[in-house]
């Protein structure tokens, strides 16, 4: 897909990472539910529910920054692949930095 419709597309979205999520969760081995990925993100501080991030996966919930981290981490995989700046998804260099920056 070329930048231009890939801008297009992601204009219709709230987020840009929420297809990312859906995919890291279901092909993680095993696969982690949305309520086993909520409960690991509020482990890290962030407070979401299944709902939100039902919405975070399906493009209809603005994500913040620190929540891309939190979801990174949760997740294992990095930020960069999250938000589409690589193809690959591989572990975070950084493991240990809080993606939450009141618990720092």
Request: proline residues 7%; charged residues 25%; positive net charge.
């Amino acid at each position: 897909m070329s930048s231009i419709f890939t801008i297009l597309y992601y204009m219709e979205k709230r987020n840009i990472v929420g297809e990312r999520v859906r995919q890291a969760r279901k092909n993680a081995k095993p696969p982690i539910t949305q309520l086993d990925l909520v409960a690991r993100l509020q482990v890290l501080g962030m407070k979401i529910d299944q709902s939100g991030l039902s919405k975070i996966e399906g493009g209809n919930r603005p994500v913040c920054d620190y929540e891309v981290m939190a979801l990174a981490k949760a997740l294992k995989v990095e930020v960069g692949w999250l938000l589409g700046e690589s193809k690959v998804p591989s572990m975070p260099v950084d493991s240990e930095r809080s993606p939450h920056p009141e618990s720092s």
